[in-house]
């Protein structure tokens, strides 16, 4: 299949472009002017063009699918991603991605792939794992711009009969490339310091994950995915245990973060990709991932 994908240079888009080609894809990627990609298994096509305008008709023609993974927002921040300019991010993140998504059906693109977020919840309405079946109640701009764009993506299933599906991660880790935007990292050195870290808890799921989940719903059938919603969430991850399990492949010393218990944190089910095969990294991703951060950083013990 030749894949459109855009967001190659963030963190969860990397991942998914290393995932699709290691399934035998070919890739055309839409990176803006100035941007490098991190290193790839084999060469993709490069377009050059920004999310806001008009998408080249190089980036589109002959592919089989899109994968719309770019997000343009202040440096570091999804909630609050709009700074003070919420018209020009508007401007830029939903109608960029409506011109993107209808060039894409007119060009005759298959199907498309829209990442959504968790941010669409907002508040919740019943104890336990949210399903996609729950109210979707925004309370930030940023998650009021992904549920809009969850609208529309059904809106060109059901109105067009272009099928486009929603993939929804929550929190997304993983070793970014450059390094220094790896989550947590500063976190771990932290914790290798031996400083007082604060207590936090949210529900995680690796890019790996994310990325794999992206190849799975490429492979179904249209019937079955087209205008459908996928929650993408692996754990709950906490402070805590980041701590303490860096603490336990160094030797560092230092306080652990309290627990955290708030029944109004936000934890999506995701059965529904499970029961597409999806197996989730779990503990050991965890693990694997903050072995690979401090062995970077040169303090895993001997």
Excluded at 31 to 44: D, E, S, T
Excluded at 192 to 198: R, S
């Amino acid at each position: 299949m030749r894949v459109a994908l855009t967001g190659a240079t963030g963190l969860v888009g990397q991942y998914i472009a290393r995932e699709l080609q290691g399934q035998g894809h070919d890739l055309v990627l839409l990176l803006r002017p100035g941007a490098r990609v991190a290193p790839l298994p084999r060469p993709a096509l490069i377009v050059e063009g920004d999310l806001g305008a008009t998408p080249p008709r190089t980036f589109l023609h002959g592919t089989d699918a899109l994968v719309h993974a770019a997000f343009q927002h202040e440096p570091g921040r999804y909630r609050g991603g709009q700074g003070q300019d919420l018209t020009g991010f508007l401007r830029t993140n939903l109608m960029g991605s409506l011109a993107l998504l209808e060039a894409a059906r007119r060009e005759g693109v298959g199907r498309a792939i829209l990442l959504s977020s968790r941010a669409v919840y907002g508040q919740r309405s019943w104890a336990g794992r949210l399903d996609e079946r729950h109210p979707a109640w925004p309370e930030t701009h940023y998650g009021a711009l992904k549920l809009a764009l969850e609208g529309f993506a059904r809106a060109f299933a059901r109105e067009d009969g272009w099928p486009v599906t929603v993939l929804r991660p929550t929190g997304v880790y993983g070793i970014a490339e450059p390094f220094e935007r790896t989550k947590w990292l500063g976190l771990v050195k932290a914790a290798i310091a031996g400083d007082v870290v604060p207590v936090g808890r949210a529900s995680e799921v690796h890019a790996a994950d994310v990325a794999r989940a992206v190849a799975l719903l490429l492979e179904q059938p249209t019937a079955c995915v087209g205008g459908q919603c996928f929650n993408c969430s692996d754990r709950m991850v906490s402070t805590r245990e980041i701590v303490a399990i860096v603490q336990s492949m160094t030797g560092a010393r230092g306080p652990l973060p309290g627990e955290q218990v708030d029944d109004a944190f936000i934890e999506m089910d995701s059965g529904r990709l499970t029961a597409l095969g999806l197996r989730f990294g779990g503990l050991p991703r965890l693990e694997a991932t903050l072995k690979e951060i401090c062995g970077r950083l040169g303090v895993l013990a001997a």
